[in-house]
């Protein structure tokens, strides 16, 4: 593995000036030089409309099996979403401990209650694993597009899936994603698990009977291991969190859903009423992807950033330095320790660097003792309890409103946010268990102001 010398840090810190700052671990707010217009930017990716509409479509046609196999989806009719709510009273919270107004209308999106498996990971990861089951039941003529899906949850099904296996390296939350879903439809399951996985995620997928490989190593590591081991087995399917494409198009869909959603809350999106959403990020996929399926509805109204803990600024690094993938937090002295554990990667996606660079508005840092403190706001205010990663996106209000962020000042946007509205992304929580969740609470009692 590369490491890079004295010279080139020295280089880097001399031409970009939020460097050194990121190699000190403190909190920065980076707008991104490469960001193009939407009919610019989007002629620089292979990936369409169409390949979301493909995967919205194929969520669709497996709609009635997941209502038949995870009944708290029968009201959504076996969709898989999350609610999309206003806080307000955590936008005065923040307003007043920031000292910062915040132009414009604030709104969570709670992935962190996603059924089945309470992260963004039931987007991207459920997708994959139902794309490749419906893959399989077709070359083997158990399937055709016009049955209904719910063939998939027999004894039929589950013994032809049982030849097969999956497997995916994971801080955690995919593999309890992709862990649920795939021993539900009969697969064999085998997660690799950095050492950031909490014990009750590893306990979850055990008592579901998948198999869990334990690392000493970070997220790049138990990826690492968990390709080589599928890759000496022809029966096995390995999910790539850095390289795949099912993953960011399962996430993108989730642009359609929240369009609806605004419609429905009477939320407009147009020149004169921006959108600023706000994605934690750890390899990229889950952001990345939501983003684009952003990007291909709302264009240039839609502005995106990216957060990451300040000990894991993988994506911030690897835009920043134009090195994508080429570059690890572990390369300019980060440790990549973080409470955040779905945000605790040292190395981002190249695909997804690559794709977003030219889409997404930019990305800010914060740190652990700042998550839990939001955490504890959250829950105070607005009685919504999320987990440290997915509070990451919530100071992104306060700092683009901050004058020296600098972003406010093209295209008038300084005026238009006022009738414009935030968004933040709360990636996970409603799994954890009460005892875990009152820890984190209890760090955000006794965090730093
Ligand atoms: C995985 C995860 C993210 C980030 O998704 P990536 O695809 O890794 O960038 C954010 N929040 C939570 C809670 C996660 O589990």
Redesign the pocket.
């Given at each position: 593995m590369k490491t890079f010398n004295d010279s080139l840090i020295q280089l880097w810190k001399n031409r970009y000036p939020l460097f050194n700052k990121v190699v000190a671990m403190e909190e920065v707010f980076w707008v991104n030089p490469a960001i193009q217009p939407f009919q610019t930017a989007i002629k620089k990716t292979s990936l369409s409309e169409l390949d979301v509409k493909d995967a919205e479509e194929r969520l669709q046609r497996f709609a009635p099996y997941i209502a038949k196999a995870f009944p708290e989806t029968i009201k959504t009719n076996g969709i898989i979403e999350s609610p999309l709510v206003k806080i307000p009273a955590m936008k005065q919270s923040l307003e007043n401990d920031y000292r910062q107004t915040i132009l414009g209308e604030v709104l969570l999106k709670c992935?962190?209650h996603l059924p089945i498996s309470g992260?963004?990971?039931a987007r991207?990861g459920i997708y994959e694993v139902l794309k490749f089951a419906e893959k399989l039941a077709l070359e083997h003529n158990l399937l055709s597009f016009e049955d209904d899906y719910s063939i998939f949850n027999s004894e039929q099904f589950q013994s032809f899936f049982s030849k097969y296996s999956i497997a995916v390296g994971s801080?955690?939350?995919?593999g309890l994603s992709i862990g649920i879903i795939a021993a539900k439809l009969g697969f064999h399951v085998t997660v690799h698990m950095s050492h950031d996985a909490k014990q009750w995620k590893k306990d979850l997928l055990r008592s579901k009977g998948v198999h869990v490989i334990e690392y000493e190593a970070d997220y790049s590591k138990a990826v690492e291991s968990g390709r080589i081991q599928a890759e000496q087995d022809p029966y096995c399917y390995f999910i790539d969190?850095e390289n795949s494409r099912d993953?960011f198009l399962g996430?993108a869909v989730a642009a359609s859903r929240l369009k609806k959603q605004l419609e429905k809350l009477q939320i407009p999106v147009d020149e004169e009423h921006p959108l600023f959403v706000y994605?934690?990020?750890?390899?990229?996929?889950?952001?990345?992807?939501v983003a684009f399926g952003l990007k291909l509805i709302f264009k240039d109204q839609v502005h995106c950033f990216?957060a990451e803990p300040t000990h894991s600024p993988c994506?911030l690094l690897g835009l920043m330095t134009g090195l994508y993938e080429n570059i690890s937090v572990q390369d300019v002295g980060l440790d990549n320790l973080t409470d955040?554990?779905?945000?605790a990667?040292g190395r981002p996606?190249g695909v997804?660097a690559r794709t977003m660079e030219p889409f997404i508005s930019g990305i800010f840092t914060v740190s652990d003792n700042q998550l839990y403190k939001l955490l504890k706001r959250l829950a105070d205010t607005e009685g919504i309890f999320l987990?440290p990663?997915?509070l990451?996106g919530m100071i992104g209000p306060v700092l683009l409103c901050r004058n020296d962020s600098g972003y406010l000042l093209k295209d008038q946007l300084m005026e238009k946010i006022k009738k414009g509205t935030h968004i933040i992304w709360a990636?996970?929580?409603s799994m954890v268990p009460e005892a875990v969740m009152k820890e984190y609470y209890q760090k955000g009692l006794s965090a730093k102001e």
């Amino acid at each position: 593995m590369k490491t890079f010398n004295d010279s080139l840090i020295q280089l880097w810190k001399n031409r970009y000036p939020l460097f050194n700052k990121v190699v000190a671990m403190e909190e920065v707010f980076w707008v991104n030089p490469a960001i193009q217009p939407f009919q610019t930017a989007i002629k620089k990716t292979s990936l369409s409309e169409l390949d979301v509409k493909d995967a919205e479509e194929r969520l669709q046609r497996f709609a009635p099996y997941i209502a038949k196999a995870f009944p708290e989806t029968i009201k959504t009719n076996g969709i898989i979403e999350s609610p999309l709510v206003k806080i307000p009273a955590m936008k005065q919270s923040l307003e007043n401990d920031y000292r910062q107004t915040i132009l414009g209308e604030v709104l969570l999106k709670c992935d962190s209650h996603l059924p089945i498996s309470g992260s963004i990971k039931a987007r991207g990861g459920i997708y994959e694993v139902l794309k490749f089951a419906e893959k399989l039941a077709l070359e083997h003529n158990l399937l055709s597009f016009e049955d209904d899906y719910s063939i998939f949850n027999s004894e039929q099904f589950q013994s032809f899936f049982s030849k097969y296996s999956i497997a995916v390296g994971s801080t955690g939350n995919l593999g309890l994603s992709i862990g649920i879903i795939a021993a539900k439809l009969g697969f064999h399951v085998t997660v690799h698990m950095s050492h950031d996985a909490k014990q009750w995620k590893k306990d979850l997928l055990r008592s579901k009977g998948v198999h869990v490989i334990e690392y000493e190593a970070d997220y790049s590591k138990a990826v690492e291991s968990g390709r080589i081991q599928a890759e000496q087995d022809p029966y096995c399917y390995f999910i790539d969190d850095e390289n795949s494409r099912d993953l960011f198009l399962g996430y993108a869909v989730a642009a359609s859903r929240l369009k609806k959603q605004l419609e429905k809350l009477q939320i407009p999106v147009d020149e004169e009423h921006p959108l600023f959403v706000y994605l934690p990020c750890g390899v990229g996929g889950g952001p990345g992807g939501v983003a684009f399926g952003l990007k291909l509805i709302f264009k240039d109204q839609v502005h995106c950033f990216f957060a990451e803990p300040t000990h894991s600024p993988c994506m911030l690094l690897g835009l920043m330095t134009g090195l994508y993938e080429n570059i690890s937090v572990q390369d300019v002295g980060l440790d990549n320790l973080t409470d955040a554990d779905g945000l605790a990667v040292g190395r981002p996606s190249g695909v997804v660097a690559r794709t977003m660079e030219p889409f997404i508005s930019g990305i800010f840092t914060v740190s652990d003792n700042q998550l839990y403190k939001l955490l504890k706001r959250l829950a105070d205010t607005e009685g919504i309890f999320l987990e440290p990663s997915a509070l990451a996106g919530m100071i992104g209000p306060v700092l683009l409103c901050r004058n020296d962020s600098g972003y406010l000042l093209k295209d008038q946007l300084m005026e238009k946010i006022k009738k414009g509205t935030h968004i933040i992304w709360a990636t996970g929580g409603s799994m954890v268990p009460e005892a875990v969740m009152k820890e984190y609470y209890q760090k955000g009692l006794s965090a730093k102001e």
